[in-house]
């Protein structure tokens, strides 16, 4: 990917020094606040951080074979798959490089449209929710 004029190295040392001058501010943020904490408040939040690592669960068994992944999850507000949907169109500003637009379904449901049968968000998109939800225990 090049910015105007062929420039790529200067597009992206641009955002780089961006990205690198953000996160010297969040390391000395984080220097001062750890180094300002008496050791009273450090045993509190090591019984806190204790207790949550305790109870967290990084894995719960779920029956994926038992989830349609075409149909996806059976939920109100959800569309089925090749259903027409009326809306109506905003003409908000998109960012992006893939083709999509805004509408309205009412009352108040505004969503994102994206289209094109080249348009590999689409897909991808599709592909990620489903594999998450068929992780999801219920």
């Known amino acids: 990917m090049t910015a105007a004029g062929g420039r790529s ?7 780089w020094g961006v990205i ?6 969040v390391v000395v943020t984080t220097v001062i606040a ?5 050791a ?5 939040k090591l019984a806190v951080r204790v207790e ?4 967290a669960q990084v894995w719960t068994p779920t029956d994926i074979s038992s989830k349609d992944l075409v149909a ?13 949907i009326s809306c109506d169109y905003r003409g908000k500003k ?10 309205v379904i009412p009352p ?16 991808g998109e599709v592909a990620a929710t489903r594999l998450l939800w068929s992780l999801l225990r219920g």
């Open 9 to 15: 190295g200067e597009f992206f040392a641009a955002e």
């Open 20 to 25: 690198r001058s953000s996160s010297l501010v």
């Open 34 to 38: 750890v180094t300002s904490v008496d």
């Open 40 to 44: 009273a408040t450090d045993d509190v």
């Open 52 to 55: 949550a690592i305790r109870r």
């Open 72 to 84: 996806g999850p059976d939920r109100k507000d959800g569309f089925a798959a090749g259903e027409t």
């Open 94 to 103: 998109v960012t992006g490089r893939s083709p999509k637009f805004f509408c």
């Open 108 to 123: 108040d449901d505004e969503i994102k449209v994206k289209y094109g049968r080249d348009n590999g968000e689409v897909y």
